[in-house]
């Protein structure tokens, strides 16, 4: 079993940037890909990035491309995204969660953590 906690939200002006952090208990967390989805209110979660175990591979969701990256640190049990180029149509609740099938998919990610909000002001 795998808890997650995301921190590094907060307010932002457009053009900036956040690292949103997500960190793991659990000892089989090397185990699982990893994947960040957004939700803004009245809308579907949406897919953001997701990474493979060992970080070798990743796959980003059209907002995400070329402005957001994924990574993670295994002996630190942490998961990361870092967002530049901030837009206002990234306002949204933050989530990361685990899986063992990588992929965009959300029905596949079996944990969850509790979200944090990032806003872009204009």
């Known amino acids: 079993q795998v808890q997650l906690v995301e921190s590094g939200g907060g307010l932002v002006q457009a053009g900036g940037s956040l690292r949103l952090s997500c960190a793991a208990s659990g000892r089989t967390f090397s185990s699982y890909a990893m994947g960040w989805f957004r939700q803004a209110p009245g809308k579907e979660r949406e897919f953001v990035a997701s990474?493979?175990?060992?970080?070798?591979?990743?796959y980003y969701g059209e907002s995400a491309k070329g402005r957001f990256t994924i990574s993670r640190d295994n002996a630190k049990k942490i998961v990361y995204l870092q967002m530049n180029s901030l837009k206002p149509e990234d306002t949204a609740v933050y989530y990361c969660?685990?899986?063992?099938?990588?992929?965009?998919?959300?029905?596949?990610?079996?944990?969850w953590g509790q979200g944090t909000q990032v806003t872009v002001s204009s």
């Open positions: 990474i493979s175990w060992s970080g070798s591979s990743t």
């Open positions: 969660a685990s899986t063992r099938h990588e992929g965009s998919n959300k029905y596949f990610y079996d944990y």
